[in-house]
């Protein structure tokens, strides 16, 4: 019996005695000095780099490097650089060395539009609308054309709403939305489609890289459909006759595609 209770007394007081010492070394390692301050950035844009990130940090906290780590809010650091404009999310932690180190995730662009006010910006990955940037241009389909609405920091394409409560010109955003992200998710249609233009009555039209034809591709129902179709009318079709043979390839009927020269 005491040897039982010997044992139950080792497997539980060995545990706590790891925690103990954990929790001492940790709350030790609150006061050694910050060693250096690491921002690595993540994605394939280039909106903004690490000095941009470690200047806008050292702006408001000063530089971080000599200070005692028990001395620095890695939560404040945390919040300041989630809210620098072209940041997704950031993620701040220090190492036992003495490192602070942030990583950074940036928002990435699936197209560029210039709105028929000939104002520019960018729809994001997560249906947000993005302005442009002096630094950089993000290499992504360009769409132009009869597209009305306007910048808005608030927009959320992806958002559920009552089509009733839907503008017009915010249901043509929506739809572009739902396009371009159908483009980029299919490695082909990335590579190949260069173009989107918006008809007065809100129609899609699309224009390869290679300029060899205009592509009419209607509303976004049946977007899977249309390029399967399209796939198909290239792969059995214009590899046989050249892809000089039609200027325009008309999507919007079911089962068949209208070809003009």
Known sequence: MIKKVAGIFFYITIPVGVFLLLGFAVESNKDIACRSFIVNVHGDSYFLDSSHVINTVYSKFGELEGKKIREISLSSIEDMVSNIYFVRSSQVYRTIDGDIV????????????????????????????MKTSDQYTARVVIVTGHIAARYST????????????????????????????????????????????????????????????????????????????????????????????????????????????
């Not at 950074?104 to 709105?115: G, M, T, Y």
């Not at 992200?181 to 233009?197: G, M, T, V």
Request: net charge positive; proline share 4%; hydrophobic share 35%.
């Open 102 to 129: 942030v990583n950074v995730k940036q928002r990435e662009p699936l197209a560029r539009v210039i709105n028929a006010h000939n104002e520019s910006f960018y729809i994001d990955t997560r249906g947000r609308i």
């Open 154 to 261: 608030t927009l959320d394409l992806n958002a559920d709403e009552d089509p009733e409560d839907t503008t017009p010109s915010k249901k043509v955003l929506k739809e572009l939305n739902e396009l371009v992200h159908f483009i980029r998710n299919n490695p082909f249609w990335d590579a190949w489609i260069d173009q989107i233009y918006v008809t007065r009555s809100g129609d899609f039209e699309l224009m390869p890289k290679n300029g060899s034809h205009v592509i009419e591709f209607g509303k976004v129902k049946n977007i899977d459909k249309k390029f399967e179709k399209l796939l198909l009318f290239y792969q059995n079709g214009l590899t046989h006759v050249g892809w000089s043979s039609y200027s325009r390839l008309n999507l919007k009927f079911k089962n068949q595609i209208v070809c003009s020269k």
